[in-house]
């Protein structure tokens, strides 16, 4: 069996592709040929922008263009969530349902195997998430500990998509944690969408102090990232004391959006630039925290004086990079409701940012698009 496996147009808390490949890989030929496929994946779909929805369809289509007649497609990755009430996105979801034959939800990439194949996969247990992810540099490795986030910020598909929270069960993580430490990986990566909530959904619990104290005890990992941390959820339940004696815990990617209190409530974050400052200040006390934030530039109604501010409060929590995300608007997010910046303005923030970071040796990416889009 020749399998096309569609990579496009996904982010860094994007999991799917990666496993149905090597799991693929194992027992059938992967081609990169369309024409050419028996079967049809299609894993990386992004749609946290109007912009990146429709770049997903114009690349699905094309896939679909090029097919035979007789192939079967399958769908999974973010665009299979289910959209809010609107007249583009309810034609989004039929036009999928009706020109993708298989259409698996996010969190079930072992369903779209056994679709594909249930000699093959029917009887491998694997869970929810294909959870580690291992090979990409020796001694390092990736655990998925949840997906989604229930919180609402202003600029997020969370305002036109369903997004639940979806946790692996503890014990999952903890036989993950177990087998990685007995063949001496030194690094993990442990993500989630929102790190900081694992274990709600189905503890009703904050249960990643568990994971990390769990994590504490392992001889042979030396150091742990949490990619996807939250700093609101992190402040309101008093994170900051596992994290400050964890020897682990020795950075931290998550996203601060702005400086400006204006602009954070503006933004629906949860947090005050003075609380940021505090919580970060009192994590470094006993083992020194690198951090990795990304902040949003040109958000509606960002002014100088709150670019300004942003880097000030930068300065004070001492990043070693920031990604500069150009905001890029939507008509379907909740911010789409303020005064929106001009391209020209969006860039002129970018340029401020971009400069007065590499001035200070702050290592810069800058992404997104930076303009309206309607």
Same mark, same amino acid.
């Given at each position: ?135 990409? *540099? $020796?001694?390092?490795?990736? /655990?998925?500990?949840? @997906? ?6 202003? &600029?997020? #598909?969370? +305002? ?10 503890? *014990? $999952?993580?903890?036989?993950? /944690?177990?087998?990685? @430490? ?6 993990? &990566?442990? #993500?989630? +969408? ?181």
């Amino acid at each position: 069996m020749k399998i096309f496996i569609g990579s496009e147009n996904a982010c860094g808390l994007n999991y799917q592709h990666d496993f149905i490949y090597s799991k693929l890989s194992e027992s059938f030929e992967i081609i990169t040929n369309v024409s050419d496929a028996d079967v049809i994946v299609i894993a990386e779909t992004c749609c946290c922008t109007q912009y990146n929805l429709r770049y997903t369809l114009n690349y699905i289509a094309s896939i679909l263009k090029d097919k035979k007649e007789s192939v079967k497609t399958y769908l999974t990755g973010c665009i299979t969530r289910t959209f809010e009430d609107n007249e583009f996105l309810s034609e989004t979801e039929k036009w999928l349902k009706d020109n993708i034959d298989f259409i698996i939800p996010q969190n079930q990439p072992n369903l779209l195997l056994k679709l594909i194949s249930e000699d093959v996969f029917g009887n491998v247990d694997i869970n929810d998430f294909g959870m580690v992810a291992t090979g990409a *540099s $020796e001694g390092l490795a990736e /655990i998925y500990i949840s @997906n989604g986030c229930l919180n609402n910020c202003s &600029f997020c #598909k969370v +305002t036109f998509q369903k997004y639940p929270l979806k946790s692996v069960e503890l *014990s $999952e993580i903890k036989e993950a /944690i177990d087998s990685l @430490n007995e063949q001496k990986y030194l690094q993990i &990566f442990l #993500k989630g +969408t929102n790190v900081c909530q694992y274990g709600l959904d189905i503890y009703h619990e904050y249960m990643l102090p568990e994971v990390i104290s769990y994590l504490e005890k392992k001889e042979n990992i030396k150091r742990v990232i949490l990619v996807g941390f939250s700093f609101k959820d992190a402040i309101k339940n008093d994170f900051q004391s596992v994290i400050a004696h964890s020897d682990k815990v020795v950075e931290l990617c998550g996203s601060l959006e702005s400086g400006s209190d204006r602009l954070l409530e503006l933004i629906r974050k949860g947090f005050t630039s003075e609380e940021i400052i505090n919580f970060v200040h009192n994590i470094r006390k006993i083992n020194y925290k690198s951090l990795y934030l990304n902040i949003i530039s040109g958000f509606p109604t960002e002014t100088l004086a709150d670019v300004k501010r942003t880097l000030e409060v930068l300065k004070q929590l001492d990043p070693y990079m920031v990604d500069v995300c150009r905001y890029t608007n939507s008509e379907f997010i909740d911010s789409s409701h303020y005064e929106q910046l001009s391209s020209a303005e969006i860039q002129d923030h970018t340029r401020i940012y971009s400069r007065t970071l590499q001035k200070r040796n702050v290592k810069v990416n800058i992404v997104g698009h930076g303009y309206k889009y309607n």
